[in-house]
């Protein structure tokens, strides 16, 4: 069997095979009664896949073509299609799927789904599932795969994924001619292999005999074959425990299960260990954006579990309950949510929530700790632009790997080794603030899944602290001839002082993203301690010697810091406009600035005193465009 589903058709086509006058069609397509077609041809017209023709003329009681592609072409079913076998198919890497195989009117229907948790492609599942058939009875054989709901869309789409089986056998190739008698070559010209002239297979290569995939479907075309409906489900309920329960009590309706799939639980665990540990009284500024984040959680979620769960040939197989509140927390969340923002008293709060958070043991799913720092992102989300100051107080994760040269192994010089017993310095039992850098700042569920904390530690030579108070580890990189890891807290505030006239902006030779550093000469003529320069208000990724994204962060760095404006070279793009100023010549950047940083090679070096003549130059050339 030829894929015909997804061949491309032009309302002409489309007319031939609904056995229709194009000029019907064409008034039906003007009266937008045609289904929305696919996309266009290279001239531009609108054209259709077989399977949206098939499914429109099945949908509008018109005949379907005899070629038409599972499930357009198959009647509907008289009775509940038989379920020939149930049960789970084994995965690569000890994984598992449910699947279950319907008898579609003589045509193998493969349900599958795969488990949570479990990191296998739909592929793999689906060719695992043909392979509990009889090869004679694979050919034509489909399997569809339900779409897992997300419980914050609009509700339930009612969407399958489908794969099948050619009826016919692949042709093997054709075998390349005998090669003509050495007399004859001489005078016939030799021509290529047919096998060799075949055009390349573009798309999805799959192995011979695996199904194919096939795009989706709706739940109702499958349930019309199989004459019952077909369950969907949320993402995150598919354990083993709830499907083997779901497929035993066979059901079209759905399993009442907790909530273990939403934001709820974690709101609400949030907020009543805020209450539990008093952060009403202590903070009530933080405690009210807290206690609004879980109103809102409250109302999306509701919104969400209480769409119809069930429809059109479709059902849920399991339906979280919706969420409930605390009478206690309910009424003190909605007392504190109504209170104006002071926003100087947040300001206050947030210092002090910042070193109590940072400074708390690390304890996966702690609700205490994940208060905090809830309750510290909303504060910062609020306060950033008016107190910019007070919000960028915090360090990122920034990873510099393969760290080597001369400014590196100063920064090295001036570390101080941390003992277990001192404060972050013990990676058995790590702190929030420890974890954070250990991990590069990555979500709990991340951290678990991957392992994360446990593979950082194992490849830990040493914990550090500048003499800024930023935290440093230093990694192995575990691959031979690269150099090992840094992580380090980055700053995104403004510098702190000391930075004079003879500071060098100073970073080492590098193929990829660098450690960016001022280095300073002391009143005595030594060096003093290399200090990171930030990017007040982001990140750093700080590379140079080429045009591009990643060195317009650089230059957006260097930009704020003289400045001092948290907001420049920001939204728009500075390098863009100046690279566009009248006055260039030959089109190259007018920006002084912007030039040394594409054009330094090998190590950078830029007097901190030029770097900051040059962002005011730049800054006047804007205002005067």
């Given at each position: 069997?030829s894929?015909?589903?997804?061949?491309?058709?032009t309302?002409?086509?489309?007319?031939r095979?609904?056995?229709m006058?194009?000029?019907?069609?064409?008034?039906?397509?003007?009266?937008r009664r045609?289904?929305?077609?696919?996309g266009?041809?290279?001239?531009?017209?609108?054209?259709?896949?077989?399977?949206?023709i098939d499914?429109?003329l099945?949908a509008t009681?018109?005949?379907?073509p005899?070629?038409?592609?599972?499930?357009?072409?198959?009647p509907?079913?008289?009775?509940?299609?038989?379920?020939?076998?149930?049960g789970d198919v084994?995965?690569?890497?000890?994984?598992?799927a449910?699947?279950t195989?319907f008898?579609?009117?003589?045509q193998?229907?493969?349900?599958a789904?795969?488990?949570?948790?479990q990191?296998?492609?739909?592929?793999?599942?689906?060719?695992?599932a043909?392979?509990?058939?009889?090869?004679?009875?694979?050919?034509g054989a489909v399997v569809?795969?339900?779409?897992?709901?997300?419980?914050?869309?609009?509700g339930?789409?009612?969407?399958?994924?489908?794969?099948?089986v050619?009826?016919?056998?692949?042709?093997?190739?054709?075998?390349?001619?005998?090669a003509?008698?050495?007399?004859?070559?001489?005078?016939?010209?030799?021509?290529?292999?047919?096998?060799?002239?075949?055009?390349?297979?573009?798309g999805r290569?799959r192995?011979?005999?695996?199904?194919?995939?096939?795009?989706s479907v709706?739940a109702?075309?499958v349930?019309?074959?199989?004459?019952r409906?077909?369950?969907?489900?949320?993402?995150?309920?598919?354990?083993?425990?709830i499907?083997?329960?779901?497929?035993l009590l066979?059901?079209?309706?759905p399993?009442?299960?907790?909530?273990?799939?939403?934001?709820?639980?974690?709101?609400?665990?949030?907020?009543?260990?805020?209450?539990?540990?008093?952060?009403?009284?202590a903070?009530?500024?933080a405690?009210?954006?807290?206690?609004r984040?879980?109103?809102?959680?409250h109302?999306?979620?509701t919104?969400a579990?209480?769409?119809p769960?069930?429809g059109h040939?479709?059902?849920?197989?399991?339906a979280p309950q919706?969420?409930?509140?605390?009478?206690?927390?309910?009424q003190?969340?909605?007392?504190?949510?109504a209170?104006?923002l002071d926003?100087?008293a947040a300001?206050?709060?947030l210092?002090?929530l910042?070193?109590?958070?940072a400074?708390?043991?690390?304890?996966p799913?702690?609700?205490?700790?994940?208060?905090?720092?809830?309750?510290?992102l909303?504060l910062?989300?609020?306060?950033?632009?008016?107190?910019p100051e007070?919000?960028?107080?915090?360090?990122?994760?920034?990873?510099?790997?393969d760290?080597?040269g001369p400014?590196?192994?100063?920064?090295r010089?001036?570390?101080?080794r941390?003992?277990?017993?001192?404060?972050?310095g013990?990676?058995?039992?790590?702190?929030?603030r420890?974890v954070?850098l250990?991990t590069e700042?990555?979500a709990?569920?991340a951290?678990?899944?991957?392992?994360?904390?446990?593979?950082a530690r194992?490849?830990?030579?040493?914990?550090?602290?500048?003499?800024?108070?930023h935290?440093?580890a230093?990694?192995?990189?575990?691959v031979?001839?690269?150099?090992?890891?840094?992580l380090?807290?980055?700053?995104?505030?403004?510098?702190?002082?000391?930075w004079?006239?003879?500071?060098v902006?100073?970073?080492d030779?590098?193929?990829?993203a660098?450690?960016?550093f001022?280095v300073?000469p002391?009143?005595d003529g030594?060096?003093?301690a290399?200090?990171p320069?930030?990017?007040?208000?982001?990140?750093?990724?700080f590379?140079?010697?080429y045009?591009?994204?990643s060195?317009?962060v650089?230059?957006?760095?260097?930009?704020?810091c003289?400045?001092?404006?948290?907001?420049?070279a920001g939204q728009?793009?500075w390098?863009?406009?100046?690279?566009?100023?009248?006055?260039n010549d030959?089109?190259r950047?007018?920006?002084?600035?912007w030039?040394?940083?594409?054009?330094?090679?090998?190590?950078?070096?830029?007097?901190?005193?030029?770097?900051?003549?040059?962002?005011?130059?730049?800054?006047r050339?804007?205002h005067?465009?």
């Amino acid at each position: 069997m030829s894929v015909t589903h997804s061949r491309p058709h032009t309302l002409a086509q489309f007319a031939r095979r609904a056995r229709m006058s194009a000029q019907r069609l064409r008034v039906l397509h003007g009266e937008r009664r045609l289904p929305a077609p696919d996309g266009v041809d290279p001239d531009g017209a609108d054209v259709w896949t077989t399977a949206s023709i098939d499914r429109w003329l099945r949908a509008t009681g018109r005949a379907v073509p005899d070629d038409a592609v599972w499930p357009f072409g198959w009647p509907d079913a008289t009775e509940p299609a038989e379920v020939i076998w149930s049960g789970d198919v084994d995965l690569p890497r000890g994984h598992t799927a449910a699947v279950t195989v319907f008898d579609g009117a003589g045509q193998p229907v493969i349900y599958a789904v795969g488990y949570v948790g479990q990191d296998v492609s739909r592929d793999t599942i689906a060719e695992a599932a043909i392979v509990q058939l009889d090869p004679d009875r694979r050919p034509g054989a489909v399997v569809v795969q339900p779409f897992l709901l997300d419980p914050s869309s609009d509700g339930p789409h009612p969407h399958l994924e489908l794969w099948r089986v050619p009826e016919q056998p692949e042709p093997a190739p054709d075998p390349a001619p005998a090669a003509l008698p050495a007399m004859l070559r001489r005078f016939l010209p030799q021509r290529e292999p047919v096998a060799a002239m075949r055009q390349p297979v573009i798309g999805r290569q799959r192995r011979p005999g695996a199904p194919e995939y096939a795009g989706s479907v709706f739940a109702s075309e499958v349930a019309r074959v199989l004459g019952r409906p077909v369950p969907l489900w949320w993402a995150g309920t598919t354990t083993p425990e709830i499907v083997r329960t779901v497929r035993l009590l066979g059901q079209p309706r759905p399993l009442p299960i907790p909530d273990t799939i939403t934001r709820w639980p974690a709101a609400i665990a949030r907020l009543t260990a805020a209450l539990e540990r008093s952060v009403h009284t202590a903070y009530p500024q933080a405690f009210s954006l807290l206690a609004r984040e879980t109103r809102a959680a409250h109302r999306d979620v509701t919104t969400a579990l209480t769409h119809p769960s069930a429809g059109h040939g479709w059902y849920l197989a399991a339906a979280p309950q919706p969420p409930t509140w605390p009478a206690v927390a309910e009424q003190r969340a909605a007392v504190a949510a109504a209170r104006d923002l002071d926003s100087a008293a947040a300001a206050d709060e947030l210092d002090s929530l910042v070193e109590i958070e940072a400074d708390l043991p690390w304890r996966p799913g702690d609700p205490y700790g994940d208060a905090l720092c809830e309750a510290i992102l909303l504060l910062r989300g609020r306060l950033a632009r008016e107190y910019p100051e007070r919000v960028y107080t915090f360090p990122v994760a920034y990873s510099w790997p393969d760290a080597r040269g001369p400014i590196y192994d100063e920064y090295r010089r001036h570390l101080t080794r941390l003992t277990p017993a001192e404060a972050h310095g013990d990676p058995k039992r790590p702190t929030r603030r420890l974890v954070r850098l250990l991990t590069e700042g990555a979500a709990e569920a991340a951290i678990a899944h991957h392992q994360m904390l446990d593979r950082a530690r194992d490849r830990l030579v040493g914990l550090y602290c500048d003499p800024e108070g930023h935290l440093v580890a230093h990694l192995t990189a575990g691959v031979s001839g690269i150099a090992d890891q840094l992580l380090i807290e980055w700053p995104t505030s403004m510098p702190q002082a000391g930075w004079t006239a003879e500071t060098v902006i100073a970073a080492d030779e590098t193929y990829s993203a660098t450690g960016l550093f001022a280095v300073t000469p002391g009143p005595d003529g030594t060096l003093l301690a290399p200090q990171p320069v930030p990017n007040p208000g982001d990140g750093p990724r700080f590379t140079f010697g080429y045009g591009g994204n990643s060195p317009a962060v650089l230059y957006q760095a260097l930009v704020r810091c003289a400045l001092g404006d948290w907001t420049a070279a920001g939204q728009e793009s500075w390098v863009q406009r100046l690279s566009a100023h009248p006055d260039n010549d030959q089109g190259r950047p007018h920006s002084q600035l912007w030039q040394q940083i594409v054009t330094s090679k090998g190590a950078l070096r830029l007097s901190w005193a030029d770097v900051q003549r040059w962002a005011r130059d730049d800054q006047r050339a804007l205002h005067r465009r």
